[in-house]
């Protein structure tokens, strides 16, 4: 194979993915309102020439906040312009919704950060879904054909305002006293059905030109939306079928837009605790979820079918109660909890190896989150990677120490930085404004 797997970083609030993060040793509590802790967690990522951070947000209701620390960043875009000034060639992806956002306010901050970081910025161009979200503007959260179709406009409208200041137009002559030249920036009057804007904008080109998009999610719609607009899909599943099955979605939804399908990369979730051996992973897991783990009994009874009794975590699944599972068919995880059960695991064991997490959970030698990785990718399953590590003070040194070598030697993942700006280092084609095959209204 003469292809590389692209590999992000998922970077939420300043711990790590797990709850009980903070509470680690060696990890400062107070790490996610200390952007010094935030930088250094990035220049982590970048020593082992991870492709990009990916900053989730959401503006929906604190969960927990008494006993665990929110899950998001301060804020996505001023997050990244501390790790941009601090860092060199790391993507900086952040979560910017359209249904929450004028278009113009998400242009001008996208391409600052694009300008700032030397072309290094993209936007994840999601539509947020949840009432809880929409109670912090105000309103109740509008239908999926609203949401979608301000979707659209508002990402074409974004792109139009980042080509609106040409690309050449910038000749700052001190001495003739031309700063720009004319006719070149221009206002794009544009209305949509939902949103509009005059322009021009008063940015130049970075680097890359502007942002690249970037979607998540697995819908219909966000196949319609992420083929349209979108280089990178950040996505969630947890099977090797499910996960083709998705890349392909998005892939013939780009072709039904006149592009590429290598144009759209799509990348899979992947949980990691990385430790010299299963059991010394699986108790670092333990002490990390432990306080979640009634609750989860509860849930794995659903999964399985069975009875679990929540006070005898110390013990295996008894053979009667093996032989009466069943894998639920509701949830894809089902099947993978009753194989890892049927290991012989304890019950505290078996929820410590992260059956009802987000993404497929590797516990172990790093060799075992490669082979993973490596697998999925051989499978035509994804394109690259979105990595949540359990801690981040420790957790992203294991994953870049312990995976990234195993990867390199294999020759699946790249030895640097292929160039300077995260188009060069994603292979997306260059794109200035508007892309001529969306420009059809
Ligand atoms: C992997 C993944 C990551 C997501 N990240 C975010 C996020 O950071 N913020 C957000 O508001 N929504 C996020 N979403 C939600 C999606 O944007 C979308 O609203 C959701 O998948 C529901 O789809 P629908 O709007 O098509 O019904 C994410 C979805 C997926 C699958």
């Given amino acids: 194979?003469?292809?590389?797997?692209?590999i992000g970083l998922s970077y939420g609030g300043g711990y790590g993915s797990l709850p009980g993060a903070w509470r680690m040793p060696g990890v400062d509590p107070k790490s996610y309102a200390d952007f010094d802790i935030v930088v250094k967690h990035a220049q982590a990522a970048e020593r082992g020439k991870l492709h990009f951070l990916f900053l989730p947000d959401g503006f929906g209701k604190l969960e927990d906040i008494e006993n665990a620390p929110p899950i998001m960043t301060l804020d996505v875009m001023l997050t990244l312009g501390a790790i941009a000034r601090e860092t060199k060639?790391?993507?900086?992806?952040?979560?910017?919704?359209?249904?929450?956002?004028?278009?113009?306010?998400?242009?001008?901050?996208?391409?600052?950060?694009?300008?700032?970081?030397h072309g290094r910025a993209g936007?994840?161009?999601?539509?947020?879904?949840?009432?809880?979200a929409a109670a912090n503007y105000g309103v109740t959260i509008p239908s999926s054909e609203v949401r979608y179709g301000r979707a659209h406009e508002a990402v074409q409208l974004v792109q139009a305002l980042w080509g609106s200041w040409g690309r050449d137009a910038w000749v700052h002559n001190q001495e003739s006293g031309e700063f720009t030249k004319k006719g070149q920036i221009l206002p794009i009057n544009l209305q949509g059905k939902y949103v509009g804007a005059r322009?021009?904008?008063?940015?130049?080109?970075?680097?890359?030109?502007?942002?690249?998009i970037v979607h998540a999610g697995g819908s219909p719609n966000a196949h319609e939306l992420a083929g349209r607009f979108a280089s990178v899909v950040i996505g969630s599943t947890f099977t090797i079928e499910d996960a083709r099955a998705q890349r392909n979605a998005f892939r013939?939804?780009?072709?039904?837009?006149g592009r590429d399908p290598d144009e759209i990369k799509f990348f899979a979730g992947v949980m990691t605790t990385i430790a010299k051996d299963r059991r010394t992973a699986l108790d670092r897991r333990i002490q990390l979820t432990e306080r979640e783990f009634p609750q989860r009994v509860a849930y794995l009874q659903s999964m399985l079918g069975i009875r679990?009794?929540?006070n005898q975590l110390d013990k295996p699944l008894t053979k009667e109660q093996l032989s009466a599972a069943r894998p639920s068919p509701y949830d894809p995880r089902s099947a993978n909890a009753l194989k890892i059960a049927k290991e012989g695991w304890s019950l505290r064991d078996i929820l410590a190896h992260g059956v009802i997490d987000y993404h497929p959970v590797i516990v172990g030698p790093g060799a075992e989150a490669a082979d993973h990785m490596q697998a999925w990718f051989e499978?035509?399953?994804?394109?690259?990677?979105?990595?949540?590590?359990?801690?981040y003070?420790?957790?992203i040194d294991a994953f870049v120490d312990e995976v990234v070598p195993i990867l390199q030697e294999r020759g699946l993942f790249h030895q640097d930085y292929e160039g300077k700006t995260l188009r060069e280092n994603l292979g997306v084609p260059d794109q200035y404004g508007i892309d001529p095959r969306n420009d059809k209204n």
Wanted: proline share 6%; charged share 15%.
């Fill in 1 to 6: 194979m003469d292809k590389n797997m692209l």
């Fill in 89 to 117: 060639h790391i993507g900086l992806l952040a979560t910017g919704s359209t249904t929450f956002n004028e278009p113009y306010n998400l242009a001008r901050q996208f391409k600052a950060l694009d300008v700032m970081s």
């Fill in 123 to 132: 936007w994840n161009a999601i539509t947020s879904s949840t009432n809880d």
């Fill in 199 to 212: 322009g021009p904008l008063y940015t130049p080109p970075s680097e890359q030109g502007q942002p690249i």
């Fill in 252 to 257: 013939e939804a780009a072709k039904r837009y």
């Fill in 308 to 310: 679990l009794n929540v």
């Fill in 379 to 391: 499978a035509g399953a994804a394109d690259g990677f979105w990595i949540s590590t359990d801690v």
């Fill in 393 to 395: 003070a420790d957790g």
